[in-house]
């Protein structure tokens, strides 16, 4: 069975750091390419960021650019995101997922909730 | 960037009934178009991909179709469970795209 399992969410102060994690099981990972996708309270999905399944290339979306980086260890299957410079807009769940046929996400972790505020 | 546009925003369909949700791409995706269903505190779903091909799982009440810049997802026979939001995301471009959603509620 598919799974993939996010955590290191949680409040950080405007301009802090955070990074988030995703384990992932029950399909050869380093097979597939990966992503990060959010929810902000009250709004709807925005992707974040995506990489290969051999790491050689990553995508971002612009506004998290420049602060955001993704990552991924395939000795470990884990997905990681290396947020810096927060923002409040930047409140969001935050979902790993796994790219299935095309960048679509065939496989969707429960989330973690990270709230920028001071 | 492409915008993706979902319509109505919301659709309010008595069950048994047929449900009928639009998209619609700024550009050409071919047919490079996903739709997921999310329910609340749950994550989203895969529904379907290649704009009308169904994921794996997924009941043969829903289906997709369209190209290019018009896209449509029809439940043809709504049940309890299918009451979400619902969302289309295009991937022939970067940045990757998402709908602002479709809300189907109980009439």
């Known amino acids: 069975e598919v799974q993939v399992l996010e955590s290191g969410g949680g409040l950080v102060q405007p301009g802090g750091s955070l990074r988030l994690s995703c384990a992932a099981s029950?399909?050869?990972?380093?097979?597939?390419?990966m992503s990060w996708v959010r929810r902000a309270p009250g709004k709807g999905l925005e992707w974040v960021s995506g990489?290969?399944?051999?790491?050689?290339?990553?995508y971002s979306a612009d506004s998290v650019k420049g602060r955001f980086t993704i990552s991924r260890d395939n000795s470990k299957n884990t997905l990681y995101l290396q947020m810096n410079s927060l923002r409040a807009e930047d409140t969001a769940i935050y979902y790993c997922?796994?790219?299935?046929?095309?960048?679509?996400?065939?496989?969707w972790g429960q989330g973690t909730l990270v709230t920028v505020s001071s | 960037e492409i915008v993706m546009t979902q319509s109505p925003a919301s659709l309010s369909v008595s069950p048994g009934e047929r449900a009928t949700l639009s998209c619609r791409a700024s550009q050409s995706v071919s047919g490079t178009l996903a739709w997921y269903q999310q329910k609340p505190g749950q994550a989203p779903r895969l529904l379907i991909y290649g704009a009308s091909t169904r994921a794996t799982g997924i009941p043969a009440r829903f289906s997709g179709s369209g190209s290019g810049t018009e896209f449509t997802l029809t439940i043809s026979s709504l049940q309890s469970e299918d009451f979400a939001v619902y969302y289309c995301?295009?991937?022939?471009?970067?940045?990757?795209?998402f709908g602002g959603g479709t809300k189907v509620e109980i009439k």
């Open positions: 990489i290969s399944s051999s790491a050689t290339s990553t």
């Open positions: 029950g399909f050869t990972f380093n097979n597939y390419a």
């Open positions: 995301q295009q991937y022939n471009n970067w940045p990757l795209t």
């Open positions: 997922a796994k790219v299935g046929s095309g960048w679509n996400f065939d496989y």
